[in-house]
């Protein structure tokens, strides 16, 4: 079974940049497309990006268009999302998840705060 690390959360001010990872083991990471997919307090999961196998092809919802860039590194089995302009709205729990199956990592926390 696969598994999914995420790292790169923390708190920072409006407008200011994350870079988030996620290593993936246990599957062929190339062989499948991913996601991101974020929880904020007291609401549901939201999917934030999509990126195929080998990273052609990407979308966004809309709130995170602009912002937000998805990438891959196939030779080192990790997912990376850029984040930039972030807002408060972006405060979350953020997690990545692997393509076609329920596998999901433990999430990093990004807090946008004054």
């Known amino acids: 079974e696969g598994q999914l690390v995420e790292s790169g959360g923390g708190l920072v001010q409006p407008g200011g940049s994350l870079r988030l990872s996620c290593v993936a083991s246990?599957?062929?990471?190339?062989?499948?497309?991913m996601n991101w997919v974020r929880q904020a307090p007291g609401k549901g999961p939201e999917w934030v990006s999509f990126i195929n196998l080998g990273g052609g092809s990407t979308r966004y919802e809309d709130s995170v268009k602009g912002r937000f860039t998805i990438s891959r590194d196939n030779a080192k089995n990790t997912l990376y999302l850029q984040m930039n302009s972030l807002k408060l709205e972006d405060t979350a729990v953020y997690y990545c998840?692997?393509?076609?199956?329920?596998?999901r990592g433990q999430g990093t926390q990004v807090t946008v705060s004054l």
């Open positions: 998840a692997q393509g076609g199956t329920t596998t």
């Open positions: 246990g599957f062929t990471f190339s062989t499948y497309s």
